[in-house]
């Protein structure tokens, strides 16, 4: 009778929470303890980014930091211009020796902005689907808004929610 | 002949690295092997008094290593075992009394007249850790389903995967029970987070207390409920695809017991 109960009662026990516990200790263990794997997705993130739009290499970092349910990944990656840009949106005219970086403050200053489909036109036309247009949609939307993005990490099989 | 060279380790202390080393060994060598385990807890030994032979060590492995004796003068041999060798860690001497080339060559020539050699880690990710990995070429972590037992195994994996040695997993003192009613990991949520290969899963079980007391191999004795566990151990490390008992299962007795409390 009393097995009965305690079956009842005890079916959400401590090893749910022991699991995710784990889980998350052991993501930060793993980041903390391989530079390596780090600088690696550092260098894959600006690859990737820097498809899209010009960014300062030397500038750029990333870091990690354990939140209250997930370990976030924080990417500064300071963005100088478009990648290939149609020269009628914006001519590249700094002079020569000026630090390229400069070129994110023309377009804030003068409000210029190149138009999203531009950069359609610019990424490879025969890889793209619709997911990737509107993916890179929000990538730029983003870049051009501010250049930190924070991203929480989660782990693909991590549960969404407790419980 | 070259033998397999395998270190049991577990980051965490008191675990059952010990435990597992004997009793994997001991089924190795009823099941006709040759086996050597090699006790590198130096300074702490134990395996000596969990196979009870610790009134006959005359050397020890540093003796070995410093060229006081012969190998095979050191090793003792089980009694109640044919072909199960113990070479005892020294008792009274620091852990950097050997050096990782020193260890490995010690382990590559019992490996020469052993089917397997087992080498008892001590607990840690230091010297004494180092000195047992440089020796060997494959590993056993030994866990408990515990988090802070689990963070230190997968602490050691990763130093085994630096050395690229094959691993694989021991769970040690699973309470089905408390499996079952959710307050300990399963064996399942254990292999998730470590993402490793399974060798064994050994249930808490008062026989250990018991057969240590009296220094015996639980294989000893074929009627012990986990002698046919270490058992099956040995043979999944021989590369027998065995399956393993499932701990869950009410015995006869339990589901009378079980029937007659109401
Ligand atoms: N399956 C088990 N069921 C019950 N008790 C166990 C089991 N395995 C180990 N023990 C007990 O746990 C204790 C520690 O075991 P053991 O000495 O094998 O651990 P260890 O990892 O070698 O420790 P150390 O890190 O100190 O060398 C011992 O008292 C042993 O009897
Ligand atoms: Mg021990």
Known sequence: ?163 | MSGRRIVVTSGKGGVGKTTTTANLGAALAKRGRKVALVDADIGLRNLDLVLGVEKRIVFDLIEVVEGRCQLRQALIRDKRIENLWILPAAQTRDKDSITEAQFLRLTTDLAEFHDFVIIDCPAGIEHGFRNAVAGSQEAIVVTTPEVSAIRDADRVIGKIHERKLPMRLVINRIRPDMVKSGEMMSVEDVCEILSAELLGIVPDDEEVIDTTNRGEPIVLDSTKRLAAIYDKMARRLEGEIVEFTRLDEPSLLNRLLAGWRG
């Open chain 1, 1 to 163: 009778m009393f097995d009965l109960f305690s079956r009842l009662f005890k079916r959400d026990g401590s090893s749910a929470t022991a699991k995710e516990r784990l889980r998350l200790v052991l993501l930060s263990d793993h980041l903390s303890l391989s530079p390596d794997t780090v600088e690696a997705l550092k260098r894959d993130l600006i690859a990737v980014i820097s498809r899209y739009v010009k960014v300062d290499v030397g500038l750029c970092d990333v870091s990690f930091e354990q939140q209250a349910a997930t370990v976030a990944m924080h990417a500064n990656i300071p963005i100088l211009g478009m990648q290939n840009e149609r020269p009628a949106v914006a001519p590249p005219t700094y002079a020569k020796g000026e630090p390229r970086r400069n070129q994110a403050s023309i377009h804030s200053s003068t409000g210029e902005r190149p138009y999203l489909d531009d950069l359609k036109v610019t990424t490879p036309a025969a890889t793209m689907t619709e997911a990737d247009v509107a993916h890179v949609d929000a990538a730029t939307n983003e870049a051009l808004n501010s250049s930190e993005h924070s991203a929480p990490i989660t782990k693909p099989n991590a549960p969404s929610s407790a419980n």
